[in-house]
């Protein structure tokens, strides 16, 4: 069973930093490109940040770059998206995945999501 677990989240004021981590079981995240997305009251779910199997390569969404960073540590098989300089707008649950240029999961799965809150 594939699995995703989200961890890191919390209540911050504007300005604040937050790390989220992501683990995986039932396959070998290092092995597979990943994926932050959010999804927020309302809203649709949005891709935020996107890094290529061995964390060469980053992608992001126009709202977050320069503020958001996602690594990989591939030999603890761990994601992580490191969130500073956090706006209210970034207020959502995010969460982990494995996409495809074809679909937000590959595994068409999705974890419980961490909630981030950001007010003052």
């Known amino acids: 069973q594939v699995q995703f677990v989200e961890s890191g989240g919390g209540l911050v004021q504007p300005g604040g930093s937050l790390r989220l981590s992501c683990e995986a079981s039932?396959?070998?995240?290092?092995?597979?490109?990943a994926s932050w997305s959010r999804q927020a009251p309302g809203k649709e779910r949005e891709l935020v940040a996107w890094?290529?199997?061995?964390?060469?390569?980053?992608k992001y969404v126009d709202s977050v770059k320069g503020r958001f960073t996602i690594f990989r540590d591939n030999g603890a098989d761990m994601v992580y998206l490191q969130m500073n300089d956090l706006k209210p707008e970034d207020t959502a649950v995010y969460y982990c995945n494995v996409p495809s240029d074809s679909r937000p999961s590959v595994f068409n799965s999705w974890g419980q999501g961490t909630q981030v809150t950001v007010s003052s």
């Open positions: 890094i290529s199997i061995f964390g060469g390569e980053t």
């Open positions: 039932g396959f070998t995240l290092s092995m597979h490109p």
